[in-house]
């Protein structure tokens, strides 16, 4: 039976030793803390219950892929899946609101012809039927194939975009926010587009005009809640790890991986004690593994922000009417686009009584790294102009950023800040110290076009017998694509490293 060591408990890890187990192999699993999920924690307190990493998924599917390939029961069976309807409301910077049903292309046209003025729902439909374009011709390397060569990169350099090429954009391809003003032609509907990378972590400003596929993927394919919050998911894949047989050693950090003969020979812990396997399967960053410097700004222009998040504890119910996520546009650091996602879920598990009500509002800022220097005002937007990182435990720092975010909710109407009753405000040093992820940074989905630059390491690694998965590995970051990191390492693992993906 061959001996697989997979490093880390987080999604991606425990999608492939699932699927592992379940091919034969004996899983053994090594997480330096004392639970699994890796960033996907729930934190609980006074009887409130509050996601501290991902509260929505997009692309169900692959995690229903993962049940149906690992047992009896489908994903639906192990966890309460609802998709959030309506899926969001808009409140841009002027006031103007906007309210978007889910997965219905007719009525979101509707609504922003509604809110915007006539012909704007049918430039948005224009705009994700592009995105579809993309998503169509690039679908399967970047999401469902191994990216094992040279080769499977180039095929992602291009931008798949149809952009149509004008002025100074014949010479190089747009970026999502050039595309946004030339094809939407209003603040609000471009608002609307960037918000799609600004909820990722990435700069419209810089992003390529590929992440057009972000809200075409969310419009076609819905953004879902599970009952309970995004922990119960993480629990679900622990347990359905646990019925396949896989082994979990928590409490266990992995100190380097250990290669003879060019071959991975398995892994040395932080005791000084060393596990011999057949094939490692890496669910973090590796570079430090080998004593390569991991910071936060390594892995590209698409890799740098984490976020801010800010827990809070409401007295008074839930208002009738009131939304499961509202994103709040407001300005960041140097007029640069900013968001605030406001994800009121109104699940009954989440609160102590009927007179309470959880919230959650999340902001993608700059990464973690001790000692740089504290948040400007206004620092909690999309990460600072050079990608670079802020000392998140400043004094002050996060409560600050936190303060801002709130009144940006309630500018927008939202009325929370007279409710709290207590809050907790999380910032990437904490994903950080919870993760080991590099400055507490959250990968963003990968992206073709651009050269390449967002797109992530290969799943199979110059090392025979290595492989890696997570937000880190290809093809990115979130919960679906670090699913699939899982499928891909697993498959390269069974079938070889010529597998090309599943047909
Ligand atoms: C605040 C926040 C909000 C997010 N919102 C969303 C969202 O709404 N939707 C969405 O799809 N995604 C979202 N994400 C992203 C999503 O959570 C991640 O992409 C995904 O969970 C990352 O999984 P991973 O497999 O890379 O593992 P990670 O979550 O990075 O976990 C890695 C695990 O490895 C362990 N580890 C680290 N070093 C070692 C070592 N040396 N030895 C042993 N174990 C080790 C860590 O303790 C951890 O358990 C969010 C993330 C954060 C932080």
Not at 121 to 137: C, H, I, K, P, T
Not at 304 to 327: E, N, Q
Request: include cysteine; glycine fraction near 16%.
């Amino acid at each position: 039976m061959a001996r697989t060591v997979v490093i880390g408990a987080g999604m991606g890890a425990m999608a492939a030793a699932a699927r592992l187990a379940v091919a034969g192999h004996r899983v053994t699993v090594y997480e330096r803390a004392r639970t699994h999920g890796g960033a996907v924690r729930r934190l609980e307190r006074e009887g409130f219950g509050f996601d501290t990493g991902p509260g929505l998924l997009y692309l169900p599917a692959v995690w229903r892929d993962l049940f149906v390939k690992t047992g009896r029961e489908p994903l639906e069976e192990c966890v309460t899946l609802t998709e959030v309807d309506p899926a969001v409301r808009h409140v841009f910077a002027d006031g103007t609101s906007v309210l978007l049903p889910g997965g219905s292309r007719a009525g979101t046209v509707d609504a922003l012809d509604t809110a915007l003025g006539a012909g704007a729902g049918e430039r948005w439909s224009e705009l994700l039927s592009r995105g579809r374009r993309a998503w169509e011709a690039t679908r399967r390397p970047l999401l469902e194939e191994p990216l094992t060569d040279a080769g499977d990169r180039a095929r992602l350099d291009a931008d798949p975009y149809p952009a149509p090429r004008r002025g100074l954009l014949r010479r190089r391809a747009p970026f999502l926010s050039e595309i946004a003003r030339a094809e939407l032609r209003d603040p609000r509907l471009v608002a609307l587009l960037e918000s799609h990378a600004l909820a990722h972590g990435l700069d419209p400003r810089r992003a390529p005009a590929s992440a057009a596929v972000l809200p075409y993927l969310e419009q076609t394919f819905g953004a879902w809640y599970v009952g309970g919050g995004m922990r119960a998911l993480a629990d679900a894949v622990y347990q359905r790890c646990l019925a396949r047989g896989v082994e979990f050693r928590f409490g266990t950090a992995v100190s380097r991986i250990t290669v003879e003969g060019g071959r991975a020979a398995g892994v040395e812990l932080a005791d000084g004690s060393r596990v011999a396997a057949d094939t490692v399967v890496c669910g973090i960053d590796p570079r430090p593994m080998y004593g390569g410097r991991a910071s936060a700004a390594d892995g590209g222009p698409g890799y740098a922000a984490g976020r801010l998040t800010v827990l809070l504890a409401l007295r008074g119910a839930r208002p009738g009417g009131t939304v499961h996520r509202t994103v709040v546009h407001t300005a960041g650091p140097g007029g640069t686009a900013r968001t605030v996602t406001v994800l009121r879920p109104g699940d009954p598990a989440l609160v102590p009584g009927a007179e309470c009500e959880s919230a959650v509002l999340s902001v993608a800022v700059p990464p973690h790294r001790a000692g740089a220097a504290g948040p400007s005002s206004g620092g909690a937007g999309a990460g600072s102009e050079d990608g670079g990182a802020v000392d998140w435990t400043a004094p002050g720092a996060a409560e600050r950023a936190a303060d801002e975010a709130l009144a940006a909710a309630d500018t927008a109407g939202l009325g929370l800040g007279g409710r709290v009753l207590w809050r907790e405000v999380r910032t990437p040093a904490d994903t950080e110290r919870e993760t080991g992820a590099p400055g507490g940074a959250v990968p963003a989905p990968a992206l073709a076009g651009a050269d390449g630059a967002f797109l992530r390491a290969a799943n199979s690694t110059g090392t025979a017998g290595l492989y890696r998965v997570g937000g880190s590995a290809h093809p990115g970051g979130g919960l679906a694509h670090t699913g699939m990191s899982g499928a891909l390492a697993a498959g390269l693992i069974v079938e070889g490293d010529d597998w090309r993906g599943s047909r």
